[in-house]
């Protein structure tokens, strides 16, 4: 008799609830208030420009380009005098970390991802209408499983707009794949740590690199290493030192500056706290032929 597995699926992506599903129609000179939220906003072009303004910076969106604001980001809209435009927008929770690298990204839409994103719109109008209060509230002649259809359409294309990012060639997403999510990030930590030798790498640049948040980043390296990241950095910083001084006739002043130290002082003191010996004694030493 054949033998069966079963295989559990991890949902990637995880909508918890749809917050509003609204056209905005902007006829001529048009600006709205900025605001701010704790949940995702997805913004499309159906028709004309607009300029999307989030955290000071703007945006500018033409038909068939989708932006993601992520949480608490201040944003607002604005259309140019003259111009007919008809936009598109989602909000929703959310509590994936697989959303975070979509956070203030432009898309220009693949014809899968264009295709998505109108199932969602036919979906949420005949699905839903906003009431008097600006609800939503589901239509009395919905279609049988609309609120289901939706939830899936809306979640596939988030993933469609996850596998867009992450084809990108400059592209640092990682995906949570379950229980080694963890580890594979923290991978991916260290390889730009030690790409980057030569650079003096802070904490915000590894959150710029990876878009994920400074209490995740901190708690997870942590975790997974034991240590802090400036003191993982340090550690294999110095390591390259002592290859530098057993191997190499630089000068200490130029092995600090080489691997992206600001003071030869400071890069004296933390190569004697972690080797126990000043870079001049390792390196008389080793030529010695002694072992540190």
Same mark, same amino acid.
């Given at each position: 008799?054949?033998?069966?597995? #079963?295989?559990?699926?991890?949902? /990637?992506?995880?909508?918890?609830? !749809?917050?509003?599903?609204?056209?905005?129609?902007?006829?001529?000179? *048009?600006?709205? *208030?900025?605001?701010?939220?704790?949940?995702?906003? !997805?913004?499309?072009?159906?028709?004309?420009?607009?300029?999307?303004?989030?955290?000071?910076?703007?945006?500018? !969106?033409?038909?068939?380009?989708?932006?993601?604001? &992520?949480?608490?980001?201040?944003?607002?809209?604005?259309?140019? @005098?003259?111009?007919?435009?008809?936009?598109? /927008?989602?909000?929703?929770? %959310?509590?994936?970390?697989?959303?975070?690298?979509?956070?203030?990204?432009?898309?220009?839409?693949? %014809?899968?991802?264009?295709?998505?994103?109108?199932?969602?719109?036919?979906?949420?109008?005949?699905?839903?209408?906003? +009431?008097?209060?600006?609800?939503?509230?589901?239509?009395?002649? &919905?279609?049988?499983?609309?609120?289901?259809?939706?939830?899936?359409?809306?979640?596939?294309?988030?993933? =469609?707009?996850?596998?867009?990012?992450? @084809?990108?060639?400059?592209?640092?997403?990682?995906? =949570?794949?379950?229980?080694?999510?963890?580890?594979?990030?923290?991978?991916?930590?260290?390889?730009?740590? #030690?790409?980057?030798?030569? #650079?003096?790498?802070? !904490?915000?640049?590894?959150?710029?690199?990876?878009?994920?948040? #400074?209490?995740?980043? =901190?708690?997870?390296?942590?975790?997974?290493?034991?240590?802090?990241?400036?003191?993982? &950095?340090?550690?294999?910083?110095?390591?390259?030192?002592?290859?530098?001084?057993?191997?190499?006739?630089?000068?200490?002043?130029?092995?600090?500056?080489?691997?992206?130290?600001?003071?030869?002082?400071?890069?004296?003191?933390?190569?004697?706290?972690?080797?126990?010996?000043?870079? +001049?004694?390792?390196?008389?030493?080793?030529?010695?032929?002694?072992?540190?």
């Amino acid at each position: 008799m054949k033998t069966y597995l #079963r295989h559990r699926i991890y949902n /990637v992506v995880d909508v918890k609830e !749809l917050i509003a599903l609204e056209h905005l129609d902007f006829e001529g000179k *048009y600006k709205n *208030y900025r605001e701010a939220h704790d949940f995702w906003e !997805l913004c499309y072009v159906e028709e004309g420009e607009v300029t999307l303004t989030v955290d000071a910076v703007k945006h500018t !969106l033409f038909k068939n380009q989708l932006f993601v604001i &992520a949480p608490n980001r201040q944003h607002s809209y604005f259309s140019k @005098s003259g111009n007919k435009s008809r936009v598109f /927008v989602v909000c929703f929770e %959310s509590f994936s970390h697989n959303l975070i690298p979509l956070a203030d990204n432009l898309f220009s839409l693949k %014809s899968a991802e264009a295709t998505c994103i109108k199932q969602v719109i036919n979906e949420s109008t005949s699905t839903f209408m906003t +009431n008097s209060d600006e609800l939503l509230e589901v239509r009395s002649e &919905a279609l049988f499983g609309g609120q289901q259809a939706l939830l899936l359409q809306l979640e596939y294309l988030l993933i =469609c707009l996850l596998r867009h990012l992450s @084809s990108r060639q400059d592209s640092a997403v990682i995906f =949570c794949n379950d229980e080694n999510f963890h580890r594979e990030l923290t991978d991916a930590i260290i390889r730009f740590l #030690r790409e980057n030798l030569s #650079r003096h790498i802070t !904490l915000s640049d590894v959150c710029d690199k990876f878009s994920y948040s #400074r209490s995740f980043i =901190c708690k997870v390296f942590k975790e997974q290493t034991g240590q802090t990241l400036t003191e993982y &950095a340090n550690r294999i910083k110095i390591s390259e030192a002592c290859r530098l001084l057993r191997e190499t006739p630089l000068r200490i002043s130029e092995i600090s500056a080489s691997l992206g130290f600001n003071e030869v002082k400071y890069f004296d003191s933390l190569f004697k706290k972690r080797t126990g010996s000043s870079p +001049n004694v390792y390196r008389k030493e080793h030529k010695n032929g002694k072992n540190n």
